[in-house]
């Protein structure tokens, strides 16, 4: 196969942008279609670990991404009780360099944001409101036709298109999404006093992570067990999230008090796990679309990141297709897998307790287990990509 010189990119969430970048860094032409009309970003905010700010560090991004989040202080992360006690602090990694922070919270619209100001500085073309209808792989290039109609030729085809792919039901089959067991209810709210730090709470089966972001806000991000993937309604959101998390103290209640002002968004987890190779012949599958995790590390976005940067690197050193997609599905898979299964074993063991409204506190020996299980993965995150 020759050098991929003409690449379409199904998705424009921060995958497929990242990877715009990258590409446009490695004097490749690629081009962008994405099904929603607009770039209205669902999902609230998000931390970006250092490990994807050393992904954006690498298509000159990561200034402005900083510049976007909240940075906090020396030790801007803790994880407590549901009393607010403290059960670790840890010491955060920095893996990006001096004058970077080890980590960020930041709005996803504001990642977004900072991602397309750079795909459209290097006139990326980007088709709104369109996706993939068929793919057909000659062997020496995919044709792709979209819903618009329109038909072209491309020397490579990257499925950037989240959990529920496109793509990947088009070449890859019916593959569909995991129940993973816990839902995820989010808010960005007006940030009381109290909260000045990272802070996520464990207890009584649950979790609620509460993070300072830009503008004087913060995201409330809280985690139930679920026994299905029933959706409430959204209008009852703020009432069913203050009702499962009063018995949680801490800078909680200050947050709460203002949860009306929402809106909320509620998503049951999900996973794939996709055999490898996650790519066929001239079609890859990268991010969410290969690979979902629960988002307990909160590595999603950086393994979509990671992913995008290592492919276009070995696009732009003259590999072929073939030779770049078979060195990138090597340095990829291990890692993603093990932050997939990684993230469910945390999830699982900061969730085990049942359902309770009385206080809870963690013995040594937990704090002991988590400490050392998050240091170990850092150290895994901070190795080279």
């Known amino acids: 196969m020759a050098t991929a010189q003409r690449i379409l990119i199904v998705g424009g969430g921060i995958a497929g942008q990242t990877l715009a970048c990258?590409?446009?860094r490695q004097g490749l032409t690629c081009e962008i279609v994405e099904i929603r009309p607009d770039w209205q970003i669902a999902g609230a905010a998000m931390t970006l670990q250092g490990n994807a700010l050393r992904a954006l560090r690498d298509i000159g991004l990561a200034e402005a991404t900083v510049a976007a989040g909240?940075?906090?202080?020396?030790?801007?992360?803790?994880?407590?009780?549901?009393?607010g006690q403290t059960v670790m602090e840890p010491d955060v990694l920095n893996m990006v360099g001096p004058g970077y922070p080890p980590q960020i919270a930041i709005r996803r619209q504001a990642l977004h944001e900072v991602l397309l100001r750079a795909v459209?500085?290097?006139?990326?073309?980007?088709r709104m409101g369109i996706t993939v209808k068929s793919i057909n792989d000659t062997g020496s290039e995919v044709q792709a036709t979209f819903t618009d109609g329109r038909s072209q030729n491309y020397d490579l085809v990257v499925g950037a298109d989240g959990i529920?792919?496109?793509?990947?039901?088009?070449?890859?089959?019916?593959?569909?999404?995991?129940?993973?067991?816990?839902?995820?209810?989010?808010?960005?709210?007006?940030?009381?006093?109290s909260v000045n730090r990272m802070m996520w709470m464990w207890g009584h089966g649950r979790s609620v992570g509460v993070l300072p972001l830009d503008g004087d806000q913060v995201f409330v991000a809280g985690v139930t067990k679920e026994k299905d993937a029933t959706r409430y309604p959204p209008e009852d959101l703020a009432r069913l999230f203050c009702e499962k998390f009063k018995s949680f103290g801490g800078a909680l209640p200050d947050v709460l008090a203002r949860a009306g002002e929402g809106p909320w968004l509620y998503t049951v987890m999900e996973e794939i796990t996709l055999d490898p190779p996650w790519y066929k012949g001239r079609v890859v599958l990268l991010g969410d679309a290969a690979h979902a995790a629960c988002p307990f590390w909160a590595q999603g976005a950086a393994m979509a990141m990671e992913d995008s940067v290592v492919l276009a690197g070995l696009l732009g050193t003259g590999h072929s297709v073939a030779a770049a997609l078979a060195e990138w599905m090597q340095r990829r898979h291990a890692r993603c897998l093990y932050v997939q299964k990684g993230s469910y074993d945390t999830g699982v063991?900061?969730?085990?307790?049942?359902?309770?409204?009385?206080?809870?506190?963690?013995?040594?020996?937990?704090?002991?287990?988590?400490?050392k299980q998050f240091h170990v993965r850092e150290a895994k995150m901070a190795e080279p990509i």
């Open 22 to 24: 990258a590409l446009a």
């Open 70 to 83: 909240w940075r906090g202080g020396v030790r801007p992360l803790v994880f407590t009780d549901t009393l």
């Open 120 to 126: 459209q500085a290097a006139r990326v073309p980007i």
């Open 164 to 193: 529920r792919s496109t793509v990947r039901s088009l070449v890859f089959g019916d593959i569909q999404p995991r129940f993973a067991g816990f839902a995820n209810w989010r808010a960005l709210l007006p940030r009381p006093p």
């Open 349 to 371: 063991l900061t969730h085990i307790d049942p359902e309770s409204d009385q206080p809870k506190r963690f013995p040594a020996a937990f704090s002991e287990i988590v400490t």
